[in-house]
């Protein structure tokens, strides 16, 4: 793999490191930040929950800034944003201060999981873009484990040892923001949006040396070219409508497994199961490192094996781990730890399937001129629905059961194997003008030569 395309990817994927540590970090604060300002339950909620509001806006618009002012601009103001979220809300002496910077924190994750996986999928070459867009989901995990791991250490060591644990984000971000001064833009910005070709060709030649730069930017060029013969469709439109549909509906099936409510509740489901609460925590902790070490498994074999191989393997593995735990609570048999080893196989089914493959598949598959507001569309719709799941899932777990609850994330992951094996094209070593050309016309994609 060319060293400089890998050491830009990394600096780009530093945003979902920072994405990770700025979801998980909160966990380890919430009850001396309930403490300090003496919340009702209604704002400890808010207080929790503010970054995930701003992550949903920071996707949905996220698309807009990294068109206008570019993939590299953004991806350096989103640095910013995190380094004042994570020192504003270290130094806030108001709990309306330190709402504000919490979702100005919120704001730089949903813009990240739109400009990273976006900026990634266009400088890296098509035989290691796989990898090398995972990456991103990578770090997600990685920073995860890192912010838990931070927050142990620091727990403890004083009255205003939260403030520390969230500043201590700043010093990544200080990272972040410094390292994207050394990546080049995006070179199929530069061309389609500021008709710097020769610019751009420089930038592709050094991230794939082996291939001629100029015959990419001349697909890219002819493929602007085709586009601009026909008129401009609207970006909701019936000629946009198959990316579209791919994009809203793996972001759907991502959430519809359940993920996100097993990783937030994973200390409750295990004592809805009758582990006590000290076995609880230590098989939630489980769950994250199963998690990180099945994404680090998946960037081995995404580029490999390709990525619908990836979710067909995934979706027979959830499958069948939902029907076990939902068999489980139903039957409410739960001698010695099974449900936490069905739930530990699961994260692993699901790390080395839609984990790693979500944010690379959705930064293929729409064309040049609309990929930012497709990444956009895919990751506001993963957002809003892991909003929704997350906050619904207590009340339907204790309103349905266990056993109907997980027996409805099986179906949905029935649900998504019909979708990958009907509806998901294949889209490994195949060049980002290819896909997007073969997926709007509903074509049969080919391999890049």
Known sequence: ??????????????????????????????????????????????????????????????????????RKKTL??????????????ALA???????????????????????????ISEIAPARSRGRLVALFQFNIVFGILIAFLSNYLIGGTGPNDWRWMLGVEAFPAVGFLLGVLFVPESPRWLILKRNRV??????????????????????????????????????????????????????????????NAIIYYAPRIFEMTGLGQSSALLSSAGVGLVNFLFTLLALNFI?????????LIGSFGLIVTLGLVSLAFFTQSFQGYAVPIYLFIYIAF?????????WVFISEIFPNEVRASGQ?????????????IAFAFPYVAETLGGGLTFLIFCVMMVLQLIFVW????????????????????????????
């Open 350 to 358: 699901f790390a080395f399937s839609q984990g790693a493959v979500i």
């Open 93 to 119: 002496t108001g709990w309306y201060a330190f709402l504000f910077f919490r979702f100005l924190g919120g704001l730089g994750v949903g813009a990240s999981s739109v400009t990273a996986p976006l900026y």
């Open 198 to 259: 020769e610019e751009a060709r420089g930038i592709l030649q050094a991230a794939n040396p082996e291939v001629d730069a100029a015959l990419t930017v001349r697909e890219i060029l002819e493929t602007s070219k085709h586009d601009a013969s026909k008129p401009a469709a609207p970006f909701f439109s019936s000629h946009y409508s198959r990316p579209i549909t791919l994009a809203v509906l793996f972001a759907f099936f991502n959430q519809l497994s359940g993920i």
């Open 376 to 388: 956009a569309l895919g990751s506001f719709t993963h957002w809003i629905l892991a909003a929704i």
């Open 1 to 70: 793999m060319n060293k400089k395309v890998f050491f830009w990817s990394i600096v780009v994927a530093l945003g979902g490191f920072l994405f990770g540590f700025d979801t998980a970090v909160i966990s380890g604060a919430e009850r001396d930040i309930q403490d300090n300002w003496s919340l009702n339950v209604f704002e400890h909620g808010l207080t929790v929950s503010i970054a995930l509001f701003g992550t949903v806006i920071g996707a949905l618009f996220g698309g807009i800034p990294s068109d206008k002012l570019g």
């Open 422 to 449: 009907r509806m998901m094209p294949e889209t490994k070593e195949t060049s980002l003008e290819q896909i997007g050309r073969a997926v709007v016309e509903d074509e049969v994609l080919e391999k890049a030569e």
């Open 303 to 311: 580029d490999r094996f390709g990525r619908r191989t990836l979710m």
């Open 76 to 89: 350096f103001w989103i640095a910013v944003f995190y380094f004042i979220s994570a020192v504003g809300s």
